[in-house]
């Protein structure tokens, strides 16, 4: 079985020859932290036991065909399945959201739900999947079933959780919610930068970033930090690739936003089925045959 660090070192190594050969300046994750966080104010409170609960939103099917999505429903999935095998969740602690339940009031009422269930010793996971968009260069929204929830709106809901939440978003310009919603307590995933898109692909039968995160977190890493080092890694360089061989743009850039104190545990454990480096690096793939889908 490989372990994380080898894996992790084996893909730095793959992404940072690709820049160098290309002469690109090297992409260091920038780990943005709240600067009000102190050694006196851990957010690791272990006083009583730690409880999971998630909220995870996945969309394939949008009102019309034009803005249909193949894999949202599948990501969220495995996301879910890594979560169960992790010792640590149960199925009634997390509820799903797809296609038609994944409308802006159907949100709202789960992230109510979340904030009934979960208090100031547990952690949550709000996990998006679908469309993201800009208006003018600024205020992001997530592109629900039927309408939008802008960043400032989301924030608005996610402000009522007592405890540590970990927000991953698998979208286009994902990276421009952290500015809105980066906070203590919260850790932000963003499948890509502020002025990004993002993508999902034929060959990962899932969004670029988020078939990353279920693989990390499924076989190799356990906090939401670690998960993002590794799948920033892969994802930096599995879009290079793709934009070799179609030779079109298809770089994503994922971001972190840290305002925790200390890695924030995900899950207890991983699977036990071992992971080989093809599943982890499946970049020999020819991927000039396979359609891909902005998110």
């Known amino acids: 079985m490989i372990s994380s ?5 084996v893909a730095e190594k793959k992404t940072m020859d690709i820049y160098k050969e290309n002469n690109m300046p090297t992409p260091l994750p920038s780990i943005e932290r709240n600067t009000h966080l102190t050694l006196g104010h851990s957010l690791n409170n272990n006083s ?6 998630a909220v995870l939103v996945g969309i394939n099917d949008y009102p019309g065909q034009s803005n249909d999505l193949p894999y949202s429903i599948n990501e969220i999935s495995s996301f879910e399945n890594a979560l169960l095998h992790g010792e640590n969740w149960l199925p009634s602690h997390i509820q799903v959201l797809s296609d038609e339940s994944a409308s802006r009031e159907g949100i709202f009422d789960a992230l109510e739900w979340l904030d009934e269930q979960e208090d100031e010793n547990d952690v949550s996971v709000f ?3 679908g469309h993201g968009s800009q208006d003018y260069g600024v205020n992001e929204s997530l592109s629900v079933y039927n309408s939008k929830i802008y960043d400032e709106e ?3 809901q996610l402000d009522n959780l007592e405890g540590r939440v970990v927000i991953i978003l ?7 919610f952290i500015e ?3 906070q203590m307590k919260r850790v932000i995933l963003t499948a890509c930068s502020k002025d990004e898109i993002a993508y999902q692909v034929d060959d990962l039968k899932s969004g670029i970033f988020g ?3 279920n693989i990390c977190l499924g076989k190799l890493t356990k906090t939401a930090e670690v998960t993002f080092l590794c ?4 994802t930096i360089y599995y879009t290079i690739q793709l934009s070799e061989e179609y030779n079109e743009d298809y770089t994503m850039h994922p971001k972190i936003y840290d305002g925790c104190f200390g890695p924030v545990k995900i899950i207890k454990r991983n699977s036990l089925t071992p992971v080989s480096f093809q599943q982890l690096l499946p970049f020999q793939t020819q991927h000039n045959s396979s359609k891909i889908w902005k998110l």
Do not use: K, P, Q
Not at 5 to 9: H, P, T
Not at 48 to 53: D, L, P
Not at 170 to 176: F, I, K, M, Q
Not at 231 to 234: P, Q, V, Y
């Open 48 to 53: 009583e036991e730690t409880e999971y609960w």
């Open 170 to 176: 698998d979208c286009c310009h994902s990276g421009g």
């Open 5 to 9: 660090s080898s894996f992790a070192n």
């Open 127 to 129: 996990y998006y999947v």
């Open 231 to 234: 799948s920033w890694i892969c």
């Open 180 to 182: 809105e919603l980066g």
């Open 154 to 156: 989301l924030d608005i």
């Open 211 to 213: 078939y990353f995160v």
